[in-house]
């Protein structure tokens, strides 16, 4: 037995000898929230689909809650509730009644309903054919539905599709308190780091089918961590005695770069060192990459994590 | 597993409650019933009841199992299948903990429920048109209801086959072109006693009409003739249906 909510092993699907997704290891732990990140085509839903069974992989295995997909669908699917895509819906059918012919099949209370409908916002609009509905009324009953049987798990396939700013933000809000208030773990992907930054503990990215990053947002945090720019007068001179005395220094732009893991006591120690040699010290300036321009440089040449 | 598939069932029961496929199913036992009332039985004015009702069922039938009743299964199935292609209803249902075959048949059983609901109005009018043309006495209810009854089941078939092109095919529109396609050649094929009795849309016809020892059995085959049919053609497309379901990719 292990602790992993979601475990994929090798997980692969080919679509006329092309992979879409190509030996995916995912890890997911319980009570996490997972961002699953890439760019348009790089196979987040395709691996979706086969979290769900929608469709069989290639090759490669899927388990879900400790127990194979393959062998178990129903059980694990009873416990997971998912928004593949697009949301789904009946248009001819309210918002009640979309989630009723959802609830026959679940065999939930029907005050479930309400509440769901009340968690995503839509109480007020219940009653209308959701047809008439907007893209991000219909998103939002798409999550009310993924609700509704109580998951342990949910899965989110760009769920912020179409909502407006305020939308956005609460379903993030909605998205936060899920492990806390009721213990679910989420999967939910996205194009944009920036969506799941400040909700995901744990960050996938995955890039032409392969993911190429798997680890914790503290880990990318430091990965993204800054270097330290000195201005200095004669910078050739000044670069060249801040390596003899062990400084990963580098000169750039006419000025000397600090590189790697550079706390307050070496940032004084090389100013001190440059004083001690007569360079005048103009500007000292901490150059952060962010996290996006880290990402879409993952995202660009594939950094092995 | 059996409460599973009821919840299925009732499922579909909702999606269709507030659906226009409600308008649909009268039409058809409507048309028969104007027939009913308009067929003259004079010629047949010392004959028995029964060659009297025989003759006006077989009036009545005559539109409605011959090309009507085909193309309703048609219909109904691309209908209980059109709500899932419009709006991304099958992933959604296919992600949740129902089995494909379940979810098939209950499919397949609403279906068959709408049949049998268009064929009960059709009893309906036949036995509203009887009284009307004063054959109210005796109305012979084993042999109506063997009418209505193997009608029904000559339709599962095309409506296994039906359901598995729509379930297949997005479209609305192309598996009703080709249901119609199938079933117009009825009018041909049912003068064919060569082709008629393994032509599986034209079985509905042949097993309304079958009154066993029929004088006017010119399209009357022996319904034993007509059950191998329907049978052996609901099986394979039923298998087909199911294996292909069961391997869809959402
Ligand atoms: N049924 C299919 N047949 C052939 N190729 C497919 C099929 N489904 C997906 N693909 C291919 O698989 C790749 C991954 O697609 P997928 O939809 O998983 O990407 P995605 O990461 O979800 O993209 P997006 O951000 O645009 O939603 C794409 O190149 C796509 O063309
Ligand atoms: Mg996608």
């Known amino acids: 037995m292990n602790e992993w909510v979601i475990e994929t092993r090798a997980l692969s699907k080919r679509y006329k000898g092309r992979y879409a997704v190509s030996g995916l290891n995912l890890k997911i732990a319980k009570g996490d929230i997972y961002g699953f990140l890439g760019p348009n085509g790089a196979g987040k839903t395709t691996t979706i689909r086969m979290l769900l069974g929608l469709i069989k992989p290639s090759s490669g295995s899927v388990h879900i809650f400790g127990k194979e997909l393959q062998k178990e669908r129903l059980s694990i699917l009873r416990r997971v509730g998912s928004l593949v895509e697009y949301p789904s819906y009946y248009g001819h059918l309210s918002a009640v009644d979309n989630l009723e012919a959802i609830r026959r099949i679940l065999d939930v209370p029907v005050g479930k309903i309400a509440e769901v409908l009340d968690i995503v916002g839509l109480a007020k609009e219940a009653r209308r054919p959701v047809k008439g509905f907007s893209l991000g009324m219909k998103q939002r009953l798409g999550i009310a539905s993924a609700l509704l049987g109580s998951p342990e798990l949910l899965v989110l396939d760009e769920p912020t599709n179409g909502l407006d700013p305020s939308g956005i933000l609460e379903i993030r809000e909605l998205i936060k308190d899920m ?77 000397v770069w600090l590189n790697g893991g550079q706390g307050d006591d070496a940032v004084a120690g090389a100013v001190k060192r440059l004083v001690e040699r007569e360079h005048s010290v103009y500007r000292v300036e901490e150059r952060r990459k962010s996290l996006e321009e880290l990402f879409l440089q993952i995202v660009g040449e594939g950094l092995r994590a | 597993m059996m409460s599973g598939f009821l919840r299925l069932a009732a499922s579909e029961r909702l999606k269709l409650a507030k659906s226009p496929i409600w308008l649909l199913i009268p039409l058809s036992p409507l048309l028969s019933l104007v ?70 048949f209950a499919k397949f059983l609403t279906v068959g429920a709408l049949l049998a609901i268009a064929q009960l109005l059709f009893l309906g009018a036949v036995v509203a048109a009887a009284f009307y043309q004063g054959l109210g006495d005796g109305v012979p209810w084993g042999m109506l209801l063997t009418s209505v009854f193997s009608g029904w089941l000559a339709c599962l078939p095309l409506a296994a086959l039906q359901l598995l092109v729509s379930v297949g095919w997005s479209s609305f529109a192309a598996p009703l072109v080709i249901n119609v396609m199938l079933t117009v050649p009825n009018m041909l094929v049912l003068n064919s006693e060569r082709f008629a009795p393994f032509y599986p849309w034209a079985q509905p016809m042949l097993a309304m009409l079958s009154f066993g020892d029929s004088e006017l059995g010119r399209l009357a085959l022996p319904l034993e003739n007509v059950l191998i049919t329907v049978t052996g053609s609901f099986v394979v497309f039923l298998a087909a249906g199911l294996v292909y379901f069961n391997r869809k990719e959402v």
């Open chain 1, 179 to 255: 492990p806390r208030q009721h213990g679910i773990t989420v999967l939910i992907s996205s194009h944009l780091l920036s969506e799941v930054e400040l909700t995901a503990g744990t960050v996938g990215i995955i890039r032409q089918g392969e993911l190429v990053f798997q680890d914790t947002i503290e880990s990318l945090h430091r990965q993204a961590q800054g270097q330290i720019r000195l201005v200095v007068s004669e910078p050739e001179q000044a670069t060249v005695a801040l390596m003899q005395h062990g400084f990963r220094a580098e000169l750039k732009e006419s000025a």
């Open chain 2, 35 to 104: 027939i009913g009332l308009l067929v003259n039985l004079d010629e047949f004015g010392q004959a028995d009841n029964a060659i009297k009702y025989e003759v006006l069922v077989s009036a009545m039938a005559a539109f409605h199992a011959m090309l009507f009743l085909p193309i309703l299964t048609g219909i109904f199935s691309a209908f209980v299948c059109r709500y899932e292609h419009a709006g991304g209803g099958w992933k959604q249902l296919l992600a949740m903990p129902v089995s494909r075959t379940g979810l098939y």
